[in-house]
């Protein structure tokens, strides 16, 4: 029978299924970080348990800490709190931990896949809706609520029903600053923040298979903003090369046959998906939101839709925009590069060849958080501090930062911040801040010009 690449690892997985209910899936790797997880850990020492499979979790904080001054106390008492009881329980329990500012520390969904902790065949969850990044090295990947976050710590096992499955294909050649983010900004656009719910989805056709890992992580990264359930990509020579050699993927003897393996995560010529989706990559342009949610989103040269009802209204308001409007040229107050979703090495060398030779905007305050220390390491190696420090801009120390208002980088209210970030609810950014999606490309633009630029016509605003 043929089988989709989500059938193969989900079957691989199963435990066993309840009869008119949901599967009971064995899980191969559990990221904890200190905002989902203590109420799981309370849990386990309520009922005298302990963590069934200690290596197969692995735990470090990066929601609540600093991107400044990692070496002394966190200051603010909450956030201090929460690490410091991660902290604790990881150390109760016999876990892997890897504390702020441990070379291994970073935003759980980059450091994770580049320490090779996160492989292909996988089945990985978190307390962490953007669990779906790890869907892009070939694993089902997915978030979980706390209560299942403490089934996987005493089983190793979730209860889960079997979602749908969905292909979305994108074929053709990117444009130039056109990315991975513009992609994903695009496809949600297009099938909107509800289009996914109830599926898995697989990225075909040939424009991800051109995607450097970074970018299939950014896409993936992105899937649970159509409502998906995860998003995932067949591995293939990118993913392996990505693979190989990190500090804890397969090594010698074992890397052969655990590849032989790996080759077969494909999905069959005769599988048939629930539904599929079918785009076009010229059609993508640098993509930019103009509303409180993802889905709200058009090409940086395009004007605001018109309004269908009080739903769309409201968001609008809430921005200060209204519809017909252009957004070329709105000054704005903030740029935030980093997140899980645009805080890699590839992010940041977009970001350095745009502003390279040039000086950030006087008015703008922008926040440059490396996803993880290895990504710090990167970008002093490949000399991307100094371009960027000439340009005036200051490297933060990393953490999620600036994504979530759960750490000291939070936008004031009412200002505007062009966020290379996944999520521009109300409030996301901070109580009043008023967030616009883009990618690294257009994020530097706005950096250096003080105002939503397109990359593509930089030369001629400057």
Excluded at 25 to 34: A, G, S, V, W
Excluded at 309 to 337: N, S
């Amino acid at each position: 029978m043929s089988k989709t690449l989500f059938d193969k690892i989900w079957d691989k997985h199963v435990v066993t299924t309840m009869e008119d209910g949901p599967t009971q899936l064995y899980i191969d790797r559990m990221y904890c970080h200190e905002v989902t997880s203590p109420q799981a850990f309370e849990g386990l020492r309520k009922r005298g348990l302990n963590v069934f499979r200690p290596k197969q979790i692995t735990c470090m904080p990066d929601h609540n800490i600093p991107t400044i001054h990692q070496d002394k106390p966190i200051q603010d008492p909450v956030s201090r709190n929460q690490v410091d009881t991660l902290t604790r329980n990881a150390c109760d329990f016999g876990l892997e931990y890897y504390p702020m500012g441990h070379p291994l520390n970073g935003v759980i969904h980059v450091a994770g896949p580049e320490n090779g902790l996160s492989l292909p065949g996988m089945t990985i969850v978190c307390g962490d809706s953007h669990t779906s990044t790890h869907g892009a090295l070939g694993a089902i990947a997915f978030g979980i609520g706390t209560s299942e976050v403490e089934m996987v710590l005493a089983t190793q096992c979730v209860l889960q029903p079997r979602p749908k499955t969905m292909r979305i294909s994108v074929t053709g050649k990117l444009g130039k600053y056109v990315g991975a983010k513009d992609m994903a900004l695009y496809i949600i656009s297009k099938i909107g923040t509800g289009g996914a719910t109830g599926y898995f989805v697989e990225y075909a056709g040939d424009t991800v298979q051109s995607l450097s890992m970074e970018g299939r992580l950014t896409l993936c990264n992105l899937s649970i903003e159509s409502g998906a359930r995860g998003g995932m990509i067949a591995p293939d020579e990118t993913t392996f090369e990505y693979v190989k050699g990190r500090e804890f993927a397969p090594k010698g003897e074992k890397w052969e046959r655990i590849l032989a393996y790996w080759r077969t995560l494909k999905t069959d010529a005769a599988a048939v998906f629930d539904k599929e989706f079918e785009f076009r990559a010229e059609d993508i342009q640098p993509m930019i939101t103009y509303g409180t949610n993802p889905g709200m989103g058009m090409s940086i040269d395009d004007a605001i839709p018109a309004a269908t009802g009080t739903l769309r209204a409201t968001p609008l308001q809430y921005m200060g925009f209204v519809e017909g409007e252009r957004l070329i040229g709105k000054p704005v107050d903030y740029v935030f590069l980093g997140s899980c979703t645009n805080g890699r090495i590839e992010d940041f060398r977009a970001f350095a060849s745009i502003v390279k030779g040039k000086k950030k905007a006087p008015d703008i305050v922008a926040w440059l958080v490396p996803g993880s220390w290895q990504v710090n390491r990167q970008i002093r190696e490949e000399g991307l501090d100094k371009i960027l420090e000439e340009a005036g801009f200051e490297i933060r120390q990393p953490g999620c930062s600036a994504c979530l208002a759960m750490n000291d980088d939070k936008v004031p209210a009412g200002k505007y911040a062009v966020s290379t970030s996944n999520r521009n609810f109300e409030g996301r950014q901070g109580p009043g801040a008023r967030t616009i999606l883009a990618g690294p490309f257009v994020a530097a633009a706005a950096a250096i010009t003080g105002k939503i630029t397109d990359p593509r016509k930089l030369n001629i605003v400057l």
